[in-house]
């Protein structure tokens, strides 16, 4: 895994053995030691015009995203204004990355975003759970396409991939892949049930050789989320890949990042594990809802120089 | 870097008070040493700034010290362990109190980041205490007899690479197992060792169990040379410990040396091979490579040599040499100018011999005293740089083939202090670590320091143990 000696990988397409042969060649991943790492990184101190600069960046990293059952017109409709708007009070706030809902509600965040350089971005594959058979997932992707979404966040089937049945894990993501057509696809591999940190590196590698143009850690709907660890070892996967492929993949934490706070330290792990070419809403999102307003909270803190009360950002 | 910078965010150095001129500790108080001619300065080695003056200790006050220790070891030995621990504790307390202040300091006068010496350094310094203050009334169930007697005056002279955390390896046990100190600190890192005294006071430890002598190394020399000293502990150089046990020899002083060390660091070819390089980088350039038991030979089996190496130099080149006090920093400043020469010579040797030396790019600051990181590729044993403790952030870089291979090239050095194992299979590294002659070996980790745990060498790095109970054993009888 050299970026001077880039080489090809050799297909792994419809053989199971050459596979997991594959992923369970790939270096192992010591859990003390990301975890260690990650932890320091976290000391970071980001202060001033730096943490200006981060803030902004994260905002604009934002997938603000909504996946509820008791999800309306209304609450979409209020969603997607506020990911043009962020912060009605101050136009230089900049917008976000993008909306991100269930199937059902993208026509109508669709009618709010079109045109506007937000992306709309929408939970597909029988989500959370993926447990559906393959030609429902396959309509479920095209129907959110059709009905305006650009970007496809599809689940993997965990179940399959914990059974070590890669080949159908991966002829799945290639076949989501093909049904979304020119919309990006997102992969989202659940890592709060992958558990060790060499399956979220197997499981990412397997995604990008499928196609992925994003991995994403979670649902949110499982107990454990997004965490620097993990975020850790799925950018190091995606620095890799592209060392051996020349193709780059993004990545998204999703679930549980809540405080800019947490959002600055998952940019200091970029900065210092990938570098700048992750550092861009086009391969870096955070899949969040509270974390929008405790940006802008910090953000009008350091623009103002004392904390606004709750009251003054909107609740949407 | 490039498009996100991290604005300096540098700790406070007023929280911390230095005096123009401090005296030396002795029966509790700073006195004026005997002879006034002898003052030194010490500098801040980011910026070469003096930040006080400070005291040499001549024959008589190293021996006015030792009678203070004396004075004081029939009573503080004769105190239930429970009152000692007492102290202890309080010691313990009042380093978590003041761990700021004192971290602030030791980066001053040491040139380490403040992001060591505060998530480092300070904790295990007040652990140390904590953990040696559970001892003191637990001595007979220690297992070194049923009545264990401490052994009296301890001479303790430390190194400057870890000021503060030297003091605290050499005082909490000796004060824990009934002996009192006469404690020498290096000469260009002499601060936090007087803040400690001050700290003493504050406990309201009793005047004389702990004296604090400043001075070079004709200080240190007349300090173990005393007659009136049962017991002398030693951690720097080989060469200076050599001295030691010569001048100790034929006497009934009891000796324990922490010398130098070249360990090796292996990487196997089913290494986690992001957490190594994580491990190499912290195991050479953690407290900017002075440490005795440094990783400072890497060896890299040849068939993930090159995957390795290129990690390597892309992790370098985000290490954030600069400012001490800066809290991003991870690499501070070489502590002394007498240091960078050393790192400068053995470096420039490195090359001449043949070996490729590597940095990454970086900006060293104009003042001060600093050294950027490096590797050296293709060295053998045969290069100085493979055999020769460089103490400075220098890496040699070899390969091995087979295990076999890499535990006889580990050995193959007169140190043995510690080592390293990467390797994601359980059973090649307890076969490995059980055939490396090191006293300690760290299995996917490096340069994790803990007081429960026993430290110490084989061979030329010295004798005895600090640490666990093993550290107990060379404070008594």
């Known amino acids: ?316 | 870097m490039g498009m996100f910078e991290y604005a300096p965010a540098p700790e406070s150095r007023s929280v911390v008070d230095i005096a123009p001129s401090y005296g030396l500790f002795i029966d509790g108080e700073f006195v004026p040493p005997a002879s006034s001619g002898g003052v030194f300065k010490t500098v801040n080695p980011a910026t070469e700034e003096v930040l006080a003056e400070v005291s040499t200790a001549g024959p008589e006050d190293v021996d006015r010290a030792v009678t203070a220790a004396r004075r004081a070891a029939g009573p503080w030995s004769a105190l239930p362990g429970a009152e000692r621990a007492k102290y202890l504790f309080r010691i313990a307390r009042i380093i978590q109190e003041r761990s700021r202040e004192l971290a602030v300091l030791e980066s001053l006068d040491n040139g380490k980041p403040i992001r060591e010496s505060r998530d480092i350094d300070l904790p295990l310094v007040a652990a140390h205490f904590f953990y040696y203050a559970g001892w003191a009334d637990k001595l007979r169930y220690a297992g070194f007899g049923a009545d264990p007697r401490p052994l009296g005056v301890a001479a303790q002279v430390i190194p400057w690479n870890f000021p503060l955390l030297m003091l605290a390896w050499k005082i909490a046990p000796a004060l824990a197992t009934g002996n009192t100190v006469v404690l020498k600190p290096a000469e260009t890192t002499p601060l936090s060792a007087l803040f400690f005294a001050d700290v003493c006071r504050q406990a309201d430890l009793p005047p004389g169990v702990v004296n604090i002598v400043t001075g070079a190394g004709e200080t240190g020399r007349t300090l173990v040379e005393h007659p009136g000293v049962d017991k002398v502990a030693f951690t720097g150089s080989t060469e200076v410990g050599r001295q030691i046990a010569r001048s100790v020899a034929g006497t009934r002083k009891r000796l324990t040396l922490e010398l130098g060390g070249k360990a090796a660091n292996i990487v196997f070819d089913d290494a986690p091979i992001d957490q190594a390089v994580e491990g190499i980088v912290n195991g050479i350039f953690f407290n900017q490579g002075h440490v005795c038991c440094a990783g400072s030979r890497l060896l890299i089996q040849e068939s993930v040599y090159d995957e390795v190496l290129e990690s390597l130099k892309r992790r370098m080149a985000t290490l954030r040499v600069g400012d001490p006090l800066d809290k991003n920093t991870d690499v501070g400043a070489i502590n002394s100018a007498e240091q960078l020469e050393r790192i400068r010579t053995l470096s420039d040797i490195g090359a001449e011999e043949g070996a490729e030396r590597w940095s990454p790019p970086c900006t060293l600051p104009a003042q001060g005293f600093w050294f950027a990181p490096t590797i050296f590729t293709g060295v053998t044993q045969a290069h100085r740089i493979a055999r020769e403790e460089i103490f400075g952030p220098v890496l040699s870089v070899l390969t091995f083939r087979t295990p076999a291979e890499a535990i006889e090239k580990a050995n193959n050095t007169p140190y043995g202090l510690s080592a390293g194992v990467w390797s994601e299979k359980g059973s090649r590294i307890l076969a490995v670590a059980d055939k490396l002659r090191a006293g300690v070996v760290w299995a996917n980790t490096f340069n994790k320091f803990d007081p429960t745990s026993p430290f110490g060498g084989y061979k030329e790095s010295g004798y005895g143990r600090e640490g666990g109970r093993h550290g107990l054993e060379a404070y008594l009888a």
């Open chain 1, 1 to 316: 895994m050299t970026a001077t000696t880039t080489s090809r990988l050799p297909d792994l397409s419809g053989s199971a053995f050459n596979l997991r042969s594959f992923l369970h060649g790939l270096p192992g991943v010591d859990k003390v030691g990301v975890e260690a790492r990650a932890a320091a990184l976290g000391t970071r101190s980001v202060k001033t015009s730096a943490k200006a600069a981060a803030i902004d960046l994260a905002i604009r990293m934002v997938d603000l995203t909504t996946l509820e059952g008791a999800d309306t017109p209304g609450k979409v409709r209020a969603l997607s204004a506020k990911a043009l708007r962020p912060d009605p009070a101050d136009p230089t706030c900049p917008p976000v990355a993008a909306v991100c809902v269930y199937p059902a509600m993208v026509p109508v965040a669709a009618e709010v975003l079109r045109g506007t350089g937000v992306h709309l971005a929408s939970v597909a594959t029988a989500f959370p759970s993926g447990q559906a058979p393959l030609d429902v997932k396959l309509a479920d992707t095209r129907d959110a396409v059709a009905a305006g979404a650009d970007e496809i966040d599809m689940v993997i089937s965990r179940g399959a991939f914990l059974a070590g049945r890669y080949d159908h894990v991966y002829e799945e993501i290639v076949a989501v892949k093909e049904a979304c057509g020119s919309a990006h696809l997102k992969v989202i591999l659940e890592t709060g049930e992958l558990e060790t940190y060499d399956n979220v590196r197997r499981a990412s590698w397997l995604a990008m050789l499928a196609g992925a143009d994003f991995i994403k850690t979670s649902t949110g709907k499982v107990p454990v989320a997004a965490t620097l660890p993990v975020t850790l070892v799925m950018l190091e996967a995606v620095r890799d890949f592209r060392a051996r492929t020349g193709r780059q993949v993004g990545v998204k934490p999703a679930g549980g990042i809540r405080t800019t706070k947490d959002a600055i330290k998952y940019l200091v792990l970029i900065n210092e594990t990938v570098g700048d070419d992750w550092l861009d809403p086009d391969w870096f999102r955070f899949g969040a809802s509270s974390l929008l307003n405790d940006l802008l909270m910090q953000r009008t803190k350091l623009t103002t120089g004392h904390y606004a009360g709750p009251d003054y950002f909107t609740l949407d």
